[in-house]
């Protein structure tokens, strides 16, 4: 895997990435991404093989082929699809919680042989549907966390799958983006950070955006300025559309999609991006 630079030279072309993570994490969520990207401003989602929605948004693929589509690996909402002894939470069956998954990893109780295990029955899964994943990034970003990172780039390249780009969360929040943005931000970085020390460079965009986004009800005018500050090269923007119908239990991000939705598929920012300033593109595209 070959990384790209992280540089932000103002004189590179601007080149944006709107990806809406969690396909597959229900019906709600699959219809949101599907109205988001036929406005023209989401070319790109990230599909959760362990979703109770999977096969919905397989079967929503058919009718849009032009979706880029990428793997969601999930090790925080379960059930693991191999049944993997340290990433199941033997009082659920199902994946452990994200506090208590950092818990395990911090103290060295998370089966690396296991991760790679998880990682390519997800992955497989993808392909058995049909889907070739363009890209790669994790539900919560635990593919990141110390210890799976490494795993999930070993497993990509046992797979074959070198080509995919891999998210990297590590966002430099603008002034404004609220407390709560900015240290999950420094946490994200941080622990990335640890990851990647001693392991191989992978294929990556030369920034990443989203977090500074999120929640409430200032979507939009947020998005907007995020678009008018993106510095030059390729930037992922993070975004997580979707109706707040049938969500799983356990998820704290009900709402607060619909208004993502709304930003998303506003006159507002299509006409932004008609601006012919900067390239809206998908990762098969790179």
Known sequence: MVATSDSSRDDRPRRLIVNADDFGFSPGINRGI?????AGTLPSASLMATGIAFEDAVSLLADTPTL????????TMGPPLTGARTLTDPATGRCHR??????????????????????RAQYDRLCAAGVQPSHLDGHHHAHAFPMIWG????????AGASHLHLRVPSERLADGSGWRSGLKSLALRSLWRIASARTPAVRRTDHFRGLGVQ??????PRLLALVDRLPGG???????????EGIPAGDSYTWQREHELTALTSPELRARFRRGDLTVTGFAHL
């Open 34 to 38: 599907i109205e988001a990207h036929r």
């Open 68 to 75: 880029d589509v990428g793997l969601h690996f999930d090790l």
């Open 98 to 119: 994200l506090p208590a998954l950092l818990g395990l990893v911090a103290v060295g109780r998370i089966d690396r042989g296991e991760v790679i295990a998880e990682w």
């Open 151 to 158: 795993a999930v780039v070993d497993a990509a390249r046992e």
């Open 215 to 220: 929640g409430g009800q200032e979507v939009l």
């Open 234 to 244: 390729t930037t992922e923007l993070m975004m997580h559309p979707g109706y707040d």
